[in-house]
């Protein structure tokens, strides 16, 4: 992923940003947040790639030390951090518990629980009468079949923590509940905590992400998408598109009118929220809250699509500063991921001559190193060969380009 040049922050104001991730899915949003302040890092390596944009950088080893104070308090103490931030899943809780032992603004620590853990988002939502779903925390099968058979086939299934649809499935009929059970317990946690199981009612209609700047007690939509989901009955992300287009006002608002009051009623300060929203016949339902900005290369198809800088929204957030979000007009991008068609050895992407020279592709690129062994979902729910980010001028256009770009860019290799 290409990324911009840092250039000097707005302010002297210092961020102690928790875990950095990856230079792919997150090196575009921490060079913008070098841009609108200071940052120094507090993670479980080493910085390398992430050095031109850090004013300083403490390590640590979770296994150790999983609540690395000693570790954010020298940085605290040599760079006069003003708040803690994350945009990390797997960050949200801890950056949140340093905050609050540091005395600095963050996300409030029970706000980072509940983005963290589906059962209480549940119970908040159904509590405040926003978004009620029947949702059932179970920690085995029978219990989970009694549940599924109260609630009403087709139910979902899924991990009470973890986020973006890993482990989650729709189950038709009991016959195949035990499998999706298994799937959902054992799905890799990432370290995080995940106590048991949820079976929910399913909610049919039109999924989309919307991303809630909030601060100070004011919550504001500051760009929303429309969703690719494919690999049913699997709710698999497999793209999106932002700008011009995206949603139309008139039938999304009383969505994104949801999405804000969720933020506030979940208490998420000095962040920037994601939510899933399904649109249903019956109005619009909250899916999911998470306690940091969307992740699968959303920060760069929101600059791109709007002209926004995801890294300072956040920056802004985080410091206290007044919201500064406008974003331009007859400008739409989108990004669709790459899957095989099925299990097979990894030789490339298509060369596609004829799409690689369009002036509306933006990027392409591969993610599985050539002669790895690759393979779609579920078998492997991250199995994606790579990726391509379209523009245009309304996310219309950026779908059909999108679309031509799918068609064109298969996954090259013997089948395996």
């Not at 690395?68 to 020298?74: I, N």
């Not at 005395?103 to 978004?131: F, M, W």
Request: charged share 25%.
């Amino acid at each position: 992923m290409k990324l911009p040049p840092s250039e000097p922050p707005a302010t002297s104001s210092t961020l102690l940003l928790v875990g950095s991730g990856s230079r792919l899915r997150q090196g575009h949003l921490l060079s913008h947040l070098a841009a609108a302040a200071d940052v120094v890092l507090l993670d479980t390596v080493a910085p390398t790639w992430q050095k031109p944009w850090l004013k300083g950088a403490e390590a640590y080893d979770p296994r150790d030390t999983p609540f690395p104070l000693e570790q954010a308090r020298r940085l605290c103490r040599d760079h006069d951090v003003r708040a803690v931030v994350t945009y990390n899943e797997s960050e949200v809780l801890l950056a949140a518990e340093l905050a609050a032992t540091l005395g600095l603004p963050g996300l409030p620590v029970e706000a980072a629980r509940i983005c963290r853990d589906k059962h209480r988002q549940r119970e908040l939502l159904n509590r405040t009468g926003l978004s009620p779903t029947v949702s059932v925390p179970v920690h085995d099968v029978q219990e989970g079949l009694r549940a599924a058979a109260d609630i009403g086939y087709p139910v979902v299934v899924k991990p009470r923590g973890l986020s973006g649809s890993l482990g989650v499935g729709r189950v038709a009929d009991p016959a195949d509940f035990t499998r999706f059970f298994e799937l959902a317990a054992g799905v890799d946690k990432m370290g995080m905590a995940s106590d048991g199981v949820l079976v929910e009612e399913y909610v049919t209609g039109t999924e989309f992400l919307v991303d809630v700047w909030s601060s100070g007690g004011t919550a504001e939509v500051v760009y929303c998408g429309r969703k690719y989901m494919a690999h049913d009955p699997y709710p698999i992300d497999t793209g999106h598109i932002m700008g011009e287009g995206a949603l139309p006002a008139a039938e999304y608002a009383a969505g994104l009118a949801l999405a804000r009051d969720a933020v506030l009623a979940a208490g998420i300060d000095r962040t920037i929220a994601n939510l899933d929203v399904v649109l249903t016949p019956h109005g619009p339902r909250v899916m999911e809250i998470n306690g940091r900005p969307a992740g699968d290369l959303a920060s760069v198809i929101a600059h791109l699509g709007t002209g926004l800088s995801v890294g300072g929204l956040l920056a802004d957030a985080a410091l206290g500063r007044p919201l500064r979000a406008e974003p331009a007009p007859d400008r739409a991008a989108g990004v669709k991921f790459l899957y095989p068609a099925r299990r097979q050895r990894f030789e490339g992407l298509a060369e596609a001559p004829e799409l690689r020279a369009q002036p509306w592709l933006h990027e392409i690129g591969e993610l599985p190193e050539r002669g790895t062994v690759v393979e779609p979902p579920p078998e492997d729910c991250f199995g994606r060969a790579g990726w391509v980010i379209a523009e245009g001028t309304h996310a219309d256009q950026v779908h059909e380009r999108l679309t031509e770009a799918e068609r064109a860019l298969t996954v090259q290799g013997p089948y395996v």
